[in-house]
């Protein structure tokens, strides 16, 4: 079975949210054939637990604008590793020690990742700090 474009839309719209406030290390894996309580597991980083919030609540915003709301929202108080259950994909976004420790790349590694196709902020450039 292969993710239908249903659910691969809001995936986008969700994976472009965390880029807009600057997650990073964006995937998407295909788990529809490995689990039958959801079709995709979306993951992105952020360095610290502010940064983790303001990620968690750009996807929200992102995909609210659209029409689709969270089932479900665990792990917000702590903003280390925050779930957003919208049933046929969930967000992770992890702060940067947690996705090295969980490691989910390794665990889903079998799974098909998605290309998302993101419209990446420019990188700051450091020579800016110095003017």
């Known amino acids: 079975m292969t993710v239908s474009d249903d659910v691969l839309r809001p995936v986008r719209i969700a994976a472009q949210g965390a880029a807009d406030k ?14 039958a309580i959801t079709d995709v597991f ?5 360095n610290t637990e502010r940064q983790v919030g303001a990620i968690v ?6 995909l609210l604008k659209h029409g689709y709301k969270a089932l479900r929202r665990e792990g917000d108080r702590e903003n280390r590793w925050v779930l957003l259950d ?3 994909f ?4 992890q702060h940067s ?3 090295t420790l969980y490691s989910l ?3 889903w590694k079998d799974c098909p990742q998605i290309p998302l196709d993101l419209d990446l902020p420019p990188a700051a450039d450091p020579s800016d700090d110095e003017q």
Do not use: C, P, T
């Open 86 to 88: 919208y049933v046929d």
């Open 42 to 46: 979306l993951i992105a980083s952020a």
């Open 90 to 93: 969930v967000v992770h976004v």
């Open 22 to 35: 600057l997650g990073h290390n964006i995937v998407a894996f295909d788990v529809s054939e490995q689990l």
């Open 97 to 99: 020690e947690e996705r």
């Open 105 to 107: 790349e390794r665990l």
């Open 57 to 62: 609540d750009g996807v929200e915003e992102a």
